[in-house]
């Protein structure tokens, strides 16, 4: 029974739901949740480094339940979004409310959305791969998974990652590079893709065409539905989300490099390449996003079966807390900074 402890992960929409429906400053209770109660929860409960035993990997592999945990995420989502959307579209509320309701929404779309369709994203099933992409569009990101899958697990850990932030690069300057370099890396990537493949650019392939597609449609049926106001609460829904990952990108690979070989290419994607935390409520909440360098060494890993390795580099806090603190770069700086090895520092 252990794979509904996950059902924690479903905490922060229902925060959101109770903020909303309550409406007033309660609207702001998702922020507080993830980014204040759940740090000192995660500073309260003691680390857990254990690793599943082999025979229960074998079970857990095939066990339905963890995947239709990920599953529910979807119809969760648009039930939130069509009620926040709602709400919005009556315009009887004051700007803080609508603003408490953004974050609240962008916060779901980052953790629920955008984390759950890069699991998905990575399976084998194309069925899940769809599914995972349905998450992304709200947010707005559906490039994520051309860039993330061709582009970020193939150069994570070296300056020609966009998604890896450089030494003393503070998390606002890399919302900046990351968000342009990703989106113009995923048409680079696709096109590519298109070549290599000998397919027209309007081809069924052509994720990147798609997704344009899609995004706009979807901002059109708002339009039509809700008015011109809730097209724009969307939208900032979305950079909040996206945002969200961005931070989480950040804290990942933040000052970690793969050494670059005498042939000019660099070595393997390792265990010290990403930052892991083991503290327990992120871990759940995240769906085990957090030990993030197993999930690099073997991409094709399902949440459940990730390892943490003793040799990983692991931050002091947790992925939420963590993301806290990156937000004050001269803090971030001190804490990590010494944590980097110094063979991966800047000469």
């Not at 979004?81 to 709400?87: D, E, M, R």
């Not at 690069?169 to 290599?196: D, E, G, P």
């Not at 039509?224 to 979305?238: H, K, P, R, S, Y």
């Not at 390892?307 to 804490?335: C, E, N, Q």
Request: some cysteine.
């Amino acid at each position: 029974m252990k794979e509904f402890k996950y059902l924690a992960a479903f905490s922060i929409p229902l925060t959101a739901w109770v903020g909303i429906s309550l409406g007033g400053y309660y609207t702001f209770l998702t922020p507080l949740y993830a980014f204040v109660f759940i740090p000192l929860l995660e500073m309260l409960l003691p680390e857990d480094p254990a690793n599943t035993s082999p025979a229960v990997k074998a079970t857990d592999r095939i066990n339905p339940v963890f995947d239709w945990l990920l599953y529910l995420n979807i119809p969760i989502i648009m039930l939130l979004l069509w009620f926040a959307f709602n709400i919005v579209a009556d315009n009887a509320h004051p700007i803080y409310e609508y603003i408490g309701i953004a974050f609240s929404v962008g916060i779901v779309l980052g953790t629920n959305g955008i984390n759950v369709g890069h699991e998905l994203g990575h399976r084998i099933s194309g069925v899940e791969r769809f599914l995972g992409k349905i998450l992304l569009l709200p947010s707005l990101y559906m490039h994520f998974y051309v860039e993330h899958n061709f582009g970020h697990h193939l150069h994570a850990a070296t300056p020609e990652d966009p998604a890896t932030a450089r030494y003393n690069q503070s998390v606002y300057s890399f919302w900046f590079t990351s968000v342009i370099r990703q989106y113009t890396n995923a048409w680079k990537i696709q096109l590519k893709l298109l070549q290599t493949g000998n397919k027209p650019f309007l081809s069924t392939d052509n994720n990147m065409f798609w997704f344009s597609l899609f995004q706009a449609a979807y901002l059109l049926l708002l339009w039509a539905v809700f008015g011109i106001e809730t097209v724009g609460f969307a939208i900032l829904c979305a950079i909040i989300g996206f945002l969200l990952l961005e931070t989480v990108n950040y804290i990942e690979h933040y000052g970690l490099l793969r050494k670059k070989l005498p042939s000019g290419r660099y070595e393997r994607v390792q265990e010290i390449h990403s930052w892991n935390s083991n503290h327990l409520v992120g871990r759940i909440v995240l769906y085990e996003l957090t030990r993030h360098s197993d999930h690099h060494y073997k991409s094709s890993k399902k949440y459940q079966l990730l390892d943490y390795h003793s040799k990983s580099p692991d931050m002091p806090f947790g992925y939420p807390t963590s993301m806290v603190l990156a937000l004050i770069p001269p803090l971030w700086f001190r804490i990590m900074n010494p944590r980097i090895p110094e063979a991966m520092k800047p000469a």
